[in-house]
């Protein structure tokens, strides 16, 4: 059968963007109603000013008028659909740019004033002055946006986020799958930030011709869309490439943007783990989470265990707990496929996790 994935950019049908869209056909409405009112009094004033020669004219002027008026706004939001996906950082370049453009005509025309005094040019160059200025205000807005986070419009909020820090979520920490049963748990306040580059890396990952990749890859698709249909999760995807991003692999992009957002890095890769610790960036290692979890046993306490292979010593079996805990039965050998009663003699806790050794009881 073949596999139907599930674009996890969609966004979700909630009732928040379903009220955005309601108020957004309404914005539209009201606009070509005002539009339609403008049009209306511009027919009104031109069918006034028509002298009574111009009949012929006086009676097709208006209704060119108001539907010309009616078109532009037509086209205005024809133009907005077109381009659905707007980034507020190139909004606020080109108003800022038009703004200060404004800003540095009128002084340069308050400058030039006494040299332009009854010139018949005058208007012409103060109307070249605001057209350059306006365009290199823009211009320079628009190339150099990254830089200038110190100006209000360009401030990101990355503190603005639930609970204390953001945690940025790697690869290997979606694919895993861990991650959204804790999450399950309410036990995270957090927002979970997902970057567009290691979503990137998971469709790619996805679309393999290596079988055991391409599952990997779509399970951490699933993965990522069971987060985002969650109501309870504050889930966020980061598209903004930062210029410090430029020629870095995705180990370093996900440590310059924990440090970026000020936020952690939650990761089950042994590497980036490392990586990250050196630049000061606060790891959670899903491997010492669930290690952590898991329940604690203490010498002399008994329990149940079924053991399933024999183990390295001479009278060792093997059994392994829920969580994937080995247990060390000694003379436990001959009872493999047993359900046995075993009480604990150590415990043994190394990097790949930890490790019970026991003795069967009676």
Known sequence: MEYARIDPLKPRETRSSLADSIAIVA???????????????????SLSRLT??????????????????????????ALDMIFPRKRIEVISAIYFGLLIGVIFTNLLNLALEPFLAGAPFASYVGLGILI??????????????????????????????????????????VID??????????????????????????QSIADSSDKLKRVRGRRGLDILNRLRG???????????????FEGQPVDMKLVLLAKHL??????GDFNLNKVAKLHNVVVIDLNQVASSLRPQYLPGESFQIRIVK????????IGYLDDGTMVVVEGGRDKISQT??????????TQAGRMIFTKVEG
Do not use: H, W
């Open 27 to 45: 914005l539209r409405i009201i606009f070509i109603l005002a539009a339609a009112s403008v049009g209306a009094s511009l027919a009104q004033s």
């Open 132 to 173: 350059v200025m306006c365009y290199a205000c823009v211009s320079l807005l628009l190339q150099t946006k990254d830089d200038f986070r110190f100006v209000i419009p360009y401030v990101e909020f990355a503190r603005d986020f639930k609970g204390i820090k953001p945690l940025v979520l790697d690869t290997s920490s």
């Open 262 to 267: 000020d936020g952690k890095l939650v990761t």
């Open 340 to 349: 046995v009663q075993v009480a604990v003699t150590s415990t043994l806790q």
């Open 52 to 77: 009574e020669g111009t009949q012929t004219l006086s009676s097709v002027a208006p209704y060119l008028i108001f539907s010309g008026v009616l078109l532009i706004a037509f086209a205005v939001i």
């Open 177 to 202: 799958g861990r991650l959204a049963e804790l999450v399950e748990t309410n036990i995270l306040d957090s927002r979970l930030v997902m970057p567009r580059f290691v979503l990137m890396e998971l």
């Open 230 to 244: 969650n109501d309870k999760v504050d889930f966020l995807m980061f598209d903004n490439e930062l210029p410090e």
């Open 310 to 317: 024999p183990g390295e010593g001479q009278d060792q079996g």
